[in-house]
């Protein structure tokens, strides 16, 4: 292995090869690229347990921007990939998302974020309980004064697909994939720029420029550089069930006010939520808690859609969210003193949709200096360091 690299990568799930493909696919970079990705199995990764969902119903408009380029992006994937015939059509199944609100407090705040997306050209409606009903019979609506709901490029999409090839593509553009551990970084005596990182086979790497795509680890690859952010280990949970008497239609990634969420995975169903408590858990807790099914999940989705009395658990599994505490949105590019440390951090659960976006966004950085397409300036560290949040209202 060469002893230096224009940019090193810490860790090569969907963040280290969204950007090593991205930079590597621009035809104004040509500098080397090291992927540092300790456990190639990805098996603790979020990116191995995420739902793989995406939507336009955000409250910020940079955030339904960044999804609209992923919508593109999955909808034209071979052409992105530069038109070549092995890669593959990428499906993306949109049965749309189905905000639930149970007050008018809420019901407000969703007409608001309807506006914003519509005013970014989504198909977002608001719709009164009876509209609901007439599309949707199952739903009980009996505490629901009304949802939002988009049918036009929200649901699942094949990011595991997308995410293969971005790392096998990179890999064929130059960029060099290493399994080790990143455990420590040294920088210059003025303290603004990392000179190299220590990996945990003893080797010594210099580089340009560093990149931070650890997920939920984010803040102790940060910490090696002397920087705090506040993203944490939160942990979500999927379950995955079979209904005696499913539904004559698909079910919308359907958000319950409770903070269930719930929608159609082929001839199953899937399940999520938050726990009550909502702590940073251990970097390796991935255990189940099976009370959270027995005790909420299912009571919920059993009162919401009274079909669902009658259902099956199939599968089921803890992830780990990188969840930034300040404001649940990315953080994203350059820190403010250690010039050459790049965030991609924080997602907060939508990071999925995201990876098109972000990753581009950082090449651009990297090669001009600057964002060229999407400006991703709101989600600077910047704000992180005057503790001003760019506050995402939907999070799930
Ligand atoms: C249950 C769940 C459901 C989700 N659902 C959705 C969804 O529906 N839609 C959506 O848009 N997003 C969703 N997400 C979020 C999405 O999955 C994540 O934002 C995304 O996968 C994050 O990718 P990442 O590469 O940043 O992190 P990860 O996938 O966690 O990868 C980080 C990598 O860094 C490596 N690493 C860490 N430290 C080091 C080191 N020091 N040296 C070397 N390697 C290191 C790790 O081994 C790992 O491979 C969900 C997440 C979860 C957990």
Redesign the pocket.
């Known amino acids: 292995m060469p002893d230096t690299y224009d940019v090193i990568i810490?860790?090569?799930?969907?963040?280290?090869?969204?950007v090593a493909w991205f930079l590597s696919d621009n035809p104004d970079f040509d500098g080397s690229i090291l992927v540092?990705?300790?456990?190639?199995t990805?098996e603790?990764?979020?990116?191995?347990?995420?739902?793989?969902?995406?939507?336009q119903q955000f409250s910020n408009e940079i955030n339904v921007r960044v999804?609209q380029f992923?919508a593109e992006y999955v909808k034209n994937f071979r052409q992105f990939m530069g038109d070549d015939p092995r890669v593959p059509d990428l499906a993306l199944h949109s049965y749309g998302y189905m905000y639930l609100a149970d007050t008018e407090a809420f019901a407000d705040v969703l007409r608001e974020n309807q506006k914003v997306q519509e005013d970014c050209g989504a198909g977002t409606r608001f719709l009164t309980p009876d509209e609901i009903k007439r599309d949707y019979p199952f739903y009980n609506l009996d505490d629901i004064v009304g949802a939002n709901h988009n049918l036009v490029d929200e649901g699942?999409f094949d990011?595991n697909t997308l995410?293969d090839w971005w790392k096998r593509m990179a890999r064929e553009k130059g960029a060099e994939y290493v399994t080790?551990?990143?455990?420590a970084m040294t920088k210059n005596a003025a303290g603004n720029q990392v000179e190299s990182v220590t990996?945990?086979s003893g080797n010594v790497v210099a580089c340009g420029t560093v990149v931070n795509?650890?997920?939920?680890?984010?803040v102790?690859?940060s910490r090696?550089a002397g920087i705090e952010i506040p993203v944490e280990p939160r942990?979500?949970?999927?379950f995955i069930f079979a209904a005696e008497n499913p539904l004559d239609r698909d079910l919308p990634?359907t958000i319950d006010p409770s903070g269930v969420h719930m929608r159609t995975d082929g001839t199953y169903y899937l399940a999520?939520c938050p726990p009550d408590v909502d702590p940073a858990v251990d970097y390796d807790d991935f255990d189940q808690d099976f009370s959270i099914w027995e005790e909420k999940v299912w009571p919920i989705i059993a009162t919401r859609i009274p079909q669902f009395e009658a259902v099956k658990l199939k599968n089921s599994?803890?992830?780990?969210?990188?969840y930034n505490t300040l404001d649940q949105n990315a953080i994203l590019g350059p820190h403010t003193d250690v010039e050459n440390f790049l965030f991609?951090?924080g997602?907060?659960?939508?990071?999925?949709?995201?990876?098109p976006a972000m990753g581009r966004g950082i090449s651009e950085l990297i090669t001009y200096g600057d964002y060229r397409t999407l400006d991703l300036a709101p989600f600077s560290y910047t704000r992180i360091a005057d503790n001003k949040p760019f506050l995402e209202r939907a999070v799930?």
Request: hydrophobic content about 35%.
């Open positions: 810490v860790g090569g799930a969907m963040y280290g090869s969204s540092v990705e300790k456990d190639p990805y603790f990764t979020s990116t191995a347990h995420t739902n793989s969902c995406m939507r999804s992923a699942y990011g995410f080790d551990e990143v455990i990996l945990k795509a650890s997920g939920p680890r984010a102790l690859t090696m942990k979500r949970y999927t990634l999520g599994w803890a992830g780990h969210y990188a991609v951090n997602f907060s659960g939508h990071g999925f949709q995201q990876s799930i």
